[in-house]
């Protein structure tokens, strides 16, 4: 049992603070001590089998869900194997499991969901009897002390009536007993049943009647749920014991009997008395001991009510351990599995990256590079150089328009003062040269050398030479 650390008082205030634990483990109490068992039909999903051999899943509608844990000592008793989408009937305790606070259900028994269809039908005429007053105890008649006689109803060849002979050679051989022989399974049991029934009745040979059949699933057990069984055996005028399968098998004939045992040799316990006891003796302590019982058990189930309340059974505190350890094993197993893809994805970058830095590769791309550089080179060379000559040409043509040869030929020259050794400078007006200057004058096809001589007036106008 986890305990949790005490409440804290806060000053000037009647207010508790509770631990998380704490407040898990009292919602976890009143949850497993409001409810009885319950049943319930579903779906399975989320199915998951850790290495421990507990069961985890979600019981679903179509509308809600519900976790739910069936642990190993429970589903080793399992008559199928359960898988997703299995419609199933469960019979459960409600419960919270308290390190994550999830609402769940422990599963103690499940069967498939034929059965759950046979279940819902026994229910309904379960239902339909209760309510015509079939199952009132006050209708229901005391065994006889001392039977005359006892009458079996049950197959001759089963192992129900061995038991309840063995039992009652034990106890009464002196009371003859009367078998009267029906199938107990199958279509045509609840017709033969009835009418090994309806002969008992008739003749009258027998004090007391035992109904029995060994063990069984809910269908081999059908036979004793027909209504119409149900309703003779309600209406006997012979006091009936209804002994069907084991103690925790269940059938309407053991709610319309004046009683119910749990097994065949039960009901020959009940039925046969002791005869190597005193009969009075016998009743008298019977009736102390029963009286003693149920002042026992009463006390018993007050303290065992007030108990369940406050402590937890370790089996309980276990279960949670186990539930536990198996989130922290998946927990576990999905983290390794994310380490593992990680590192695979790495692998897988680093092999891509390499490949793409191979030499090889890299020789290939840059050949394929050149030779799409030199085919681009090839093709446009030829156009290039005849659009430059004629480029040139048009330009050469335009540059001798502009040339001033092309104005000397035409009858001008250019005259050339100072260095003429350096080309000069070309003379734009008479005021330009003094006496002695060297001149050089360009025709078109020559140059001409002058020199400025000193008698020359000093005063010239524009036109004299």
């Known amino acids: 049992m986890i305990n949790s650390p005490p409440t804290t008082p806060i000053p000037g205030g009647e207010r508790h603070v509770y631990s998380v634990s704490r407040l898990n483990l009292e919602a976890q109490g009143l949850l497993e001590g409001s409810f009885p068992l319950v049943w319930l039909e579903g779906e399975l999903s989320n199915l998951s089998r850790p290495g421990s051999g507990h069961l985890y899943f979600s019981l679903k509608d179509d509308r809600a869900q519900v ?182 098998d269940t059938g309407l004939t053991d709610f319309t009997a004046d009683l ?4 065949p040799s039960a009901a020959a316990e009940l039925v046969g008395p002791d005869l190597s006891l005193s009969g009075e003796l016998l009743r008298t302590l019977q009736r102390r001991l029963v009286r003693q019982m149920r002042q026992h058990l009463a006390l018993a189930a007050e303290r065992v009510t007030a108990l369940s309340r406050r402590i937890r059974h370790p089996n309980q505190q276990l279960e949670q351990y186990a539930q536990q350890l198996d989130e922290l094993d998946a927990r576990l197993r999905r983290q390794l599995k994310h380490q593992l893809a990680m590192q695979h994805q790495r692998q897988h970058q680093l092999g891509q990256r390499l490949r793409a830095q191979n030499p090889a590769a890299l020789v290939q791309r840059h050949r394929q590079q050149l030779d799409s550089l030199a085919r681009r080179l090839r093709l446009p060379a030829p156009r290039a150089l005849q659009d430059t000559q004629r480029t040139l040409g048009q330009l050469g043509q335009r540059l001798h328009t502009a040339s001033p040869l092309a104005t000397l030929a035409r009858g001008y020259s250019i005259t050339f003062a100072g260095d003429l050794l350096a080309g000069g400078q070309a003379l734009r007006s008479v005021r330009d040269v003094v006496p002695g200057t060297q001149l050089r004058t360009r025709l078109a096809d020559g140059d001409i050398l002058s020199e400025v001589l000193p008698d020359t007036p000093t005063e010239t106008s524009p036109g004299n030479t």
């Open 67 to 248: 976790n739910a844990a069936m642990f190993r000592n429970r589903n080793q008793m399992l008559r199928f194997q359960p898988r997703n989408g299995l419609q199933v009937l469960v019979r459960a305790r409600i419960s919270l499991y308290v390190p994550r606070g999830n609402f769940q259900l422990i599963i103690e028994h499940m069967e498939e969901a034929g059965e759950g269809r046979l279940r819902q039908q026994f229910e309904m005429l379960k239902e339909k009897l209760r309510a015509e007053g079939l199952f009132d105890p006050a209708r229901k008649r005391p065994l006889p002390a001392m039977p005359r006689q006892i009458g079996i109803i049950t197959s001759p060849s089963g192992a129900a009536v061995r038991d309840i002979l063995q039992v009652l050679q034990r106890r009464c051989p002196q009371i003859p007993v009367l078998i009267y022989p029906a199938a107990v399974q199958g279509r045509d049991a609840p017709g033969q049943l009835r009418a090994a029934l309806a002969l008992a009745n008739a003749r009258e040979d027998c004090d007391v009647l035992i109904l029995a059949r060994g063990g069984g699933s809910l269908e081999d057990l059908w036979a004793f749920n027909d209504e119409q069984l149900a309703r003779d055996v309600a209406a006997s005028a012979i006091p009936v014991v209804s002994a069907v399968g084991h103690e925790i």
């Open 260 to 263: 119910r045992a749990p097994t």
